[in-house]
């Protein structure tokens, strides 16, 4: 298998999947979405960091078998092409939890602290004591979270540890999986908004978030609260968190925005926003224990891909099929049994929707279960019985 890392990624993931018996790794950092087109075409397995991954990208990429998003979002990646064109897309979620968390906890005091503020003017030969001396604290205050995966959870742990109340909605989250966890119950988002003093966001980006933080959540959020996005920029609508900010006080700490530029850009055009919010380049993954987490089962993902032709971690793939009509055939373990008993299932018109085929110890024997979208009749099942080294056919 050929791979093109079209981001950079860590050396020890490079030389360990060449130590896998990989054909050819190369790791090109220079790559943007532009370019990529045009170097994509020769390899099998692509795999990305930051950069956009286009239906141009993925069409160019004829041998393309597999993409892998080095991190957890998919929203750079067309997953709508590389389902059609039967191109498996996997992620490494849970690897950069901690940092993502840490982060949180980091944005969350600078914006109360109002530390960036501070040190720009510290840097201009601006003291200002009085101004800076005024924050509201953290302890005892309550922390709402809005998405409780993953990261929502590593950040409600960290916030208890700052003595804080942690409030939290998640269309996953029951009352009852909140009382074990030890916070707050919120039966929608508003409700999370209006008793909190601190708001942090993490959810994942889809057609469902869009915008999903907006005019009405930020209407019910207290006056002078903190309101903290490292999810995804396009999960807040930013035209009502601007207002939001200048109507109610609101201190703001983002990673992540609406549109915001490329990696590999050096602009960033929204100054206006940018003069509102304690602010970071969407750097909440960027870490170096984060990174060798995430090139580590990228190296997984991969390896495992190899070895079954399955790759771990796939966000592309249908729901399980709730078929119940499940044909079983016992062969003898020969070459083109299966050949034939598929040729009889697709003269009758019937999709196969899963297939597998276990071999039985000695090599002698197999079973192979299909999965099938209609009813097989008795003809059909006569048919396949009547295939050469058939043993047995039934549904189950």
């Known amino acids: 298998m050929k791979i093109l890392i079209a981001d950079k990624l860590s050396k020890t993931a490079v030389e360990a999947l060449k130590a896998a018996g990989m054909k050819k790794v190369e790791m090109d950092p220079d790559l943007t979405t532009e370019t990529l087109p045009s170097a994509v075409a020769p390899y099998d397995i692509l795999v990305v960091r930051s950069t956009k991954v286009t239906e ?10 597999l993409i892998v998003r080095a991190g957890a979002g998919v929203n750079t990646i067309d997953l709508k092409t590389a389902s059609l064109l039967g191109i498996h897309v996997a992620n490494c979620p849970g690897k950069n939890t901690a940092a993502v968390a840490e982060l949180v ?11 960036a503020d501070c040190t720009a003017d510290l840097r201009a030969g601006v003291w200002n004591k009085k101004l ?63 008793q909190s003093d601190v708001v942090t966001v993490h959810l994942a980006a889809s057609a469902d978030t869009k915008h999903f933080i907006d005019t009405a959540f930020f209407s019910e959020m207290k006056e002078n609260s903190i309101f903290i996005n490292t999810s995804r920029g396009e999960i807040v609508d930013t035209a009502a968190l601007k207002k939001a900010a200048e109507t109610k006080g609101l201190k703001i700490a983002l990673d992540v925005y609406e549109n915001e530029p490329p990696a590999t850009s050096n602009e960033f055009t ?22 060798e987490s995430v090139a580590a089962e990228t190296v997984r993902v991969i390896t495992e891909y190899r070895s079954t032709g399955t790759p771990p971690n796939v966000v592309n793939l249908r729901d399980k099929n709730d078929t119940d009509i499940n044909l079983v055939v016992r062969h003898f373990n020969h070459v083109g049994i299966l050949a034939g008993v598929l040729d ?17 110890k000695g090599d002698k024997a197999a079973v192979c279960t299909i999965k099938l979208d209609n009813m097989p009749g008795d003809e059909l099942l006569q048919k396949i019985a009547a295939v050469d080294d058939i043993i047995n056919v039934s549904l189950k």
Request: positive net charge; hydrophobic residues 45%; contains cysteine.
């Open 56 to 65: 141009e990208v993925i069409r160019a990429g004829v041998n393309l078998s």
């Open 105 to 115: 906890m980091g944005l969350m005091i600078a914006a109360d602290r109002r530390i």
């Open 132 to 194: 800076y001396s005024k924050a509201a604290g953290i302890k005892g205050r309550t922390l709402g979270i809005i998405g409780m995966g993953a990261i929502g959870r590593a950040v409600a742990k960290r916030a208890k540890g700052f003595e804080m109340n942690v409030a939290a909605w998640s269309r996953s989250l029951t009352p009852e999986r909140a009382e074990e966890l030890g916070i707050v119950y919120c039966e929608n988002p508003l409700d999370a908004a209006r």
């Open 344 to 360: 009889e299932i697709r003269t009758a018109g019937i999709n196969i929707e899963e297939m597998q085929n276990s071999i039985f």
């Open 270 to 291: 929204d100054t206006g926003l940018a003069a509102a919010v304690t602010g970071t380049h969407h750097i909440g993954a960027s870490t170096s224990q984060a990174a």
